[in-house]
């Protein structure tokens, strides 16, 4: 999923301060996934402001609305009365979804809440990991299905540097040592011998170093 | 010869080589390189200028490299992954062949997050061992990485890193295997302190044939003091120090460490002469190269053979 992350009290005040009714649009699918910007999410944070900006002596009315996916047409238009209806629109949603609704949108204002953060997994509760920065040309069939790019801090193609330790990245020793994963799962699939090849250098071009990326479907072009 | 640098034909020669290092300045003063350069003349064979070392920024080791050329030294140029992708490396190196710098060392370089810029964006275009692929191709193919003509290719004798002591262990002979295929020339490795781990390393490099194939240098740095070897022991990733090391150092009193950290360094250096496999020492007295002189001199080094 995409995980984000719900920006500080304090800065979404700040982002949603020159706006008297504002949407908080809530996004159902990975943010909810996350706890990030469902509609438990919608709701508490919708609970926080009207609090917060009772408080400081300022009148806001907070309308709250969370659809199925923000980054998908068919269910943004279920949200069209309420954007058009407000002033400005605090998405809940990721930066796409975020996008998403300011393409369609163009009167209104839409402003994020979120800190979109990597594409991961809930590893255990409480604790998401990122596993996969989507560089658009997947090799995890030769690693043993844990990714170097996206799980060694400095992307290493052909092997640990010298400071894999107890497991652990140099970087940080709370982060698995991507390396010490692959070996490990290779040798128990018997499949170690993968390492010894020597691995050329990446074409970066699929991945968002090549500037921004599109795919098209032929085959699904009406 | 590959290269034709000095290093190079020591090793070829058969002659135990030394390699010594130099850090260049957080600052844009050339007399510093000329007064550390002073220390090393004649002490040592080739001398690594570090590329931004632990990630903090410093002179670039290209102009330090250049000057040392300058004051008629050789230079080893070190270059990480961390910071420039494939085009600057390329043009770095066709720049530093011009500049007349022979030897390379290629690095993977410590992550962003320890240095001075924690802010930073990491590169990493590339990693260390495809640098060595890259710097071999552009000498002995006269190609680019993307397959076109150098007009004058460069022809550097090439460098590799090493850390015998880099978990997981079974894996580290195999790197090391990986790097000489990618045409590593030499290899300079990590500092040494567990020797008891080095000749497991060493033999099990011997055993496959690897130092048949490449140039083996055991990396030392000598202790300054007993706070320095605690707080490599601890704090610096990679890095192995035994408990003996310390228990040295605590056995004499406080202005006597130094001493004793300069004669630990000098019997490793005299093990290491006998030992099959090593070809030389690179010896990386820290901020320290003022002292460089009395080490290689009490490790009975000198004179450095002329070649």
């Not at chain 1, 975020?98 to 991961?120: C, D, E, H, Y």
């Not at chain 2, 890259?134 to 004058?152: P, S, Y």
């Not at chain 2, 490599?232 to 056995?251: S, Y």
Request: proline share 4%; glycine share 10%.
């Amino acid at each position: 999923m995409i995980v984000g992350n719900q920006k500080s009290l304090a800065e979404i005040k700040e982002i949603v301060a020159p706006y008297k009714n504002l949407l908080i649009l809530g996004c159902g699918t990975c943010v909810k996934t996350c706890f990030a910007g469902g509609e438990d999410e919608v709701a508490t944070l919708s609970s926080a402001l009207r609090l917060g900006f009772k408080k400081d002596g300022k009148e806001i009315l907070i309308q709250e609305l969370t659809i199925e996916r923000q980054c998908e047409d068919e269910f943004i238009q279920e949200a069209a009365e309420n954007i058009n209806s407000n002033d400005a629109v605090l998405s809940l949603a990721c930066g796409a979804g975020v996008q998403a609704i300011a393409k369609r949108f163009k009167s209104v204002p839409v402003m994020p809440g979120l800190n979109t953060t990597f594409i991961g997994i809930l590893e255990k509760q409480g604790l998401f990991t990122e596993e996969c920065v989507g560089c658009g040309d997947c090799r995890l069939a030769q690693f043993g299905s844990v990714c170097p790019i996206a799980r060694c801090s400095k992307k290493l193609l052909n092997g640990p540097c010298g400071g894999s330790k107890n497991g652990s990245c140099e970087v940080d020793a709370e982060t698995d040592c991507a390396w010490q994963l692959i070996i490990d799962r290779l040798k128990a699939l018997g499949q170690l011998n993968n390492l010894k090849a020597y691995v050329q250098p990446k074409d970066w071009r699929s991945s968002n170093a090549g500037g921004p990326r599109k795919l098209v479907r032929e085959d699904h072009i009406i | 010869m590959k290269s034709g640098s000095n290093l190079e034909k020591i090793l070829a020669e058969g002659k135990f080589a030394v390699t010594g290092e130099l850090g260049p300045p957080r600052g844009a003063n050339a007399g510093t390189i000329k007064d550390k350069a002073q220390h090393l003349k004649g002490m040592v064979d080739s001398v690594n200028i570090t590329d931004n070392q632990t990630a903090v920024v410093r002179m670039s080791s290209m102009a330090a490299s250049t000057l040392l050329v300058k004051e008629g030294m050789e230079p080893n140029y070190q270059m990480v992954c961390r910071d420039r992708n494939r085009i600057a490396m390329q043009s770095d190196i066709l720049g530093a062949y011009a500049l007349g710098i022979r030897n390379m060392l290629c690095l993977s370089g410590d992550h962003q997050l320890f240095g001075d810029h924690p802010k930073s964006r990491k590169v990493f275009d590339i990693d260390s061992i495809q640098l060595v692929s890259m710097v071999k191709k552009m000498r002995d193919e006269g190609k680019f990485l993307n397959g076109e003509e150098i007009a004058d290719p460069p022809r550097m004798f090439i460098g590799a890193a090493a850390n015998p002591f880099g978990e997981p262990y079974e894996f580290r002979v195999h790197r090391l295997a990986k790097k000489i295929e990618a045409g590593a020339d030499f290899i300079q490795t990590q500092c040494i302190y567990n020797m008891e781990r080095f000749r497991e390393w060493i033999k099990q490099a011997n055993d496959m044939g690897l130092t048949e194939k490449v140039y083996i240098l055991a990396g030392v740095t000598p202790m300054k003091a007993l706070g320095m070897a605690r707080y490599m022991q601890k704090n610096v990733p990679g890095m192995d120090v035994p408990d003996w090391v310390i228990k040295r150092l605590q056995g004499v009193e406080k202005k006597k460490q130094a001493g004793e950290g300069i004669a630990i360094c000098c019997e490793q250096i005299e093990e290491f002469r006998e030992m099959k496999g090593v070809a030389g020492v690179h010896l990386m007295a820290i901020e320290w190269e003022h002292r460089v002189p009395e080490i290689v001199e009490k490790a009975g080094l000198l004179p450095r053979p002329t070649v």
